[in-house]
Antibody, heavy 119, light 107 residues
Framework: EVQLVESGGGLVQPGGSLRLSCAAS????????MFWVRQAPGKGLEWVAN????????NYVESVKGRFTISRDNAKNSVFLQMNSLRAEDTAVYYC????????????WGQGNLVTVSS | DIQMTQSPSTLSASVGDRVTITCRAS??????LAWYQQKPGKAPKFLIY???SLESGVPSRFSGSGSGTEFTLTISSLQPDDFATYYC?????????FGGGTKVEIK
């Protein structure tokens, strides 16, 4: 059974940093692109970042470029999202997700982890 | 960026109704469109990929159609478990973009 379990969320002040982790199990982690998608309270879904199988290719939504960094550790079946210079508008539930095959789309999602940016 | 416009934003329906949700892309995405169902406090659930292919385990009352810029998700006979919010996703071009969502409510 595919499982994605996020951790590392919480309350942080504007300008602060937070690192999200996602532990994967139930599939060959190193064979899949991995994604982070977020959902602000009461709002829709927004793709944030993704990373290819060996970490050599990464993509980001414009609003987080230069502030967020996605990475992965295939030996530990984990993907990470380092979030720096956080803003109030980054407040959201962050989902870790798997990309089906190489052509997509997202098929499995984690349970989500709330990040709140507030003073 | 490709904008995805879903309509309606809210839909009131009864059990047994046929329901159709539309998703329009600001430019052609061929058939690179997926549909998801989300219930409050839960992660989205994958329903359909490549516009019309049903994910394994998804009930056959769900179907998708379309190509290019206009797509539809149809629920042939609405069941109590189907009351939720539905999102489309284009995965043709970065940045990947979602529609704004359609909330299916009990009439």
């Amino acid at each position: 059974e595919v499982q994605l379990v996020e951790s590392g969320g919480g309350l942080v002040q504007p300008g602060g940093s937070l690192r999200l982790s996602c532990a994967a199990s139930g599939f060959t982690f190193s064979s899949y692109w991995m994604f982070w998608v977020r959902q602000a309270p009461g709002k829709g879904l927004e793709w944030v970042a993704n990373i290819n199988q060996d970490g050599s290719a990464k993509n980001y939504v414009e609003s987080v470029k230069g502030r967020f960094t996605i990475s992965r550790d295939n030996a530990k079946n984990s993907v990470f999202l380092q979030m720096n210079s956080l803003r109030a508008e980054d407040t959201a539930v962050y989902y870790c997700a798997r990309y089906y095959d190489n052509s997509g789309p997202i098929d499995y999602w984690g349970q989500g982890n709330l990040v709140t940016v507030s003073s | 960026d490709i904008q995805m416009t879903q309509s309606p934003s809210t839909l009131s329906a009864s059990v047994g109704d046929r329901v159709t949700i539309t998703c329009r892309a600001s430019q052609s995405i061929s058939r690179w469109l997926a549909w998801y169902q989300q219930k409050p406090g839960k992660a989205p659930k994958f329903l359909i990929y490549k516009a019309s292919s049903l994910e394994s385990g998804v009930p056959s009352r769900f179907s998708g159609s379309g190509s290019g810029t206009e797509f539809t998700l149809t629920i042939s006979s609405l069941q109590p478990d189907d009351f939720a919010t539905y999102y489309c996703l284009q995965y043709s071009t970065y940045p990947l973009t979602f529609g704004g969502g359609t909330k299916v409510e009990i009439k």
